[in-house]
């Protein structure tokens, strides 16, 4: 380590702004040293360690080097930044798929190629690493075919028993074009593509019969259905309920409403003749994009698990939804999505707290006898 690094580290708790270490390590990626800003950056890990989260100006320059780094194009900045995850994030997961989002976004597959190959002891990426930028990469369309050394990895055997394997190396019809964060040096931007449902009301009426309704929900279908959402509720303040229903007889649209509101749901308690709430039908592309948004990108007050696994929840949620299950092969699980009819709704109810993370999707299996449900929320 070098005594300016040292006087750095030394120095970076008692600071009350850091932009000048900032504009100190552009410079010197401008002239050429990325050496340094890895250099940097491994030499904060190695010093702070798990009390990273207690020193902001450790998290600020941290995340600044790592953002120079990812984001600014070239073979030498991808041998870096590779060098830095492979020295910071042994057993980090999270910080490892946050790598793989930024090196996916800012680097191309060609420079990419380089965690695939081992080209040098600087350059060498954890199956993890490897994983992830596989599907970073495939939904920002990238064709994984056309990288050999990619491809070579991809579709080897010896990463079979990886959850991630599961997912296909190119786009379904169903994920179209799906939301991803913009990163910079100076932060990140996205769309959220879900929020309260308004819209003309539900008017629900009490002469309408409603078909026997038996609940057949269980902890596997919930776990697999609230998995889009479940990091709102583990790392923010979020909350989710799911359900799956038999019913006696073919449910109509135009009873669904009066049904949802029977099933005692507790996102749509108080719901009633003089409390409408909205619904309305969508495709089952706009219901994984909802999905895969809350769980890439997460709710209120953290970051979501980014793209390689925020496309594996949003596929989960929608198999359950579907009734349909993830050890299916995916073309099958995409068969079964598309076959349902999906709405989505949200009431004005005090479950829903109808800032900007609210989520509200039905499902309804073919020959309309079984119907799924998921509601999530979340708030500043």
């Known amino acids: 380590m070098s005594d300016r690094i040292q006087k750095i580290i030394a120095e970076l708790p008692d600071l009350k702004n850091v932009t000048k270490v900032w504009d100190m390590a552009e410079r010197r990626l401008d002239q050429g040293d990325v050496a340094f800003v ?13 009390s990273a989260a207690q020193v902001w100006q450790y998290r600020s320059v941290f995340d600044h080097l790592l953002r120079l780094l990812t984001t ?9 930044a590779l060098r830095l995850v492979s020295a910071a994030s042994p057993g980090n997961r999270k910080l490892v798929r946050y790598v793989a989002s930024l090196l996916a976004d800012g680097q191309t597959a060609e420079d990419l190629a380089l965690a695939f190959t ?6 060498t990426a954890s199956e993890e690493l490897r994983a992830c930028l596989v599907q970073e990469l495939v939904l920002r369309g990238v064709t994984v075919a056309e990288s050999p050394a990619i491809e070579a990895w991809a579709t080897s ?3 079979g028993y990886h959850p991630l394997a599961w ?28 929020g309260p449902q308004d819209g003309p009301g539900v008017a629900l009426g009490s002469v309408t019969p409603l078909p026997q309704v038996t609940e057949t929900t269980t902890e596997e279908f919930s776990q697999a259905a609230t998995a889009a959402v479940a990091n709102w509720a583990e790392e923010s303040n979020g909350r989710s309920e799911a359900g799956m229903y038999e019913l006696a007889e073919p449910v109509e649209a135009e009873i669904l409403p009066g049904l949802l509101a029977a099933l005692g749901l507790e996102c749509l308690s108080g719901v009633g003749p003089r409390t409408p709430f909205a619904l309305s039908a969508c495709r089952p592309e706009h219901a994984w994009r909802m999905l895969f948004a809350a769980a ?14 925020g496309r594996l929840a949003a596929w989960r949620s929608l198999a359950a ?3 349909a299950s993830t050890a299916a092969p995916v073309g099958e699980v995409e068969r079964n999505i598309q076959e349902c009819d999906w709405y989505r709704f949200g009431a004005a109810t005090k479950w829903f707290e109808r800032v900007a993370w609210d989520i509200g999707l039905v499902s309804v299996a073919p020959r309309a006898r079984r ?10």
């Open 321 to 323: 939804l579907s009734g």
């Open 72 to 80: 600014t194009s070239g073979q030498e900045h991808v041998e870096q």
């Open 157 to 159: 055997s010896h990463w």
């Open 371 to 380: 119907i799924a449900v998921l509601a999530a929320t979340d708030t500043d």
């Open 296 to 309: 890439s990108t997460g709710g209120a007050y953290n970051n979501g698990v980014y793209g390689a696994y």
């Open 118 to 123: 081992g080209g040098s002891s600087r350059a």
């Open 38 to 50: 890895a250099d940097l950056s491994i030499a904060l890990a190695d010093r702070y360690g798990s």
């Open 167 to 194: 997912l296909p190396l190119e786009l379904s019809v169903i994920e179209e074009t799906p939301p991803l964060p913009s990163y910079s040096v100076g932060g990140a931007s996205y769309s959220i593509p879900y």
